[in-house]
């Protein structure tokens, strides 16, 4: 069964068309939105800060999901973040995904539609336009996502979504701690 447990009082809060894997752990005060995933191995965790993941996002496994007081974390609508990236106290817009071993750092912002490359570190404050294509270590932006690429993005997510079916009832879903 996953770990769902409230810090200091406060509990995650999880969309009965959720799912979390039964070896995840969700720490705190997590909001899971509609359709979300959380796969095996990963851990969303908030002593100070809160952290909100949007309708039909996944977080893949071994992802780690995490806040600084003063830096919540918040993933909008059909982001997929790959299995062993960080994310730490950053905001990731619409659409984006964060590839498999990237790492997000406190205060930055990942625009709506990007694609962090497998293996990035954008560092801490960074703001990522809309669209783009991001790599390296520290991150810089490549370029301008084509439309076939953000549809990509999309179709991630929406593959995940169709996974979380497969798995029915291994999981924890729609529970509030």
Known sequence: MALII??????????????????????????????????????LRCEAEPIEIG???????????????????????????????????????DDALIGMGAVVLNGAVVGAGSLVAAGAVVPQGMVIPERSLVAGVPARVIRELREEEVEGNRHAALRYQERISIYGDAGVSGTTH
């Open 6 to 43: 409230s810090v200091a009082g406060r509990g995650p809060d999880i969309h009965p068309q959720s799912w979390v894997a039964p070896n995840a752990t969700v720490a705190g005060e997590v909001k899971l939105a509609a359709r979300v995933s959380i796969w095996f191995s990963a851990s």
């Open 55 to 93: 309708p039909g996002s996944n977080i893949q496994d071994g992802a780690c999901v995490h806040v600084d007081p003063g830096f919540p974390c918040v993933v909008g609508t059909g982001v997929s973040v790959g299995h062993n990236a960080v994310l730490h106290g950053c905001t990731v817009g």
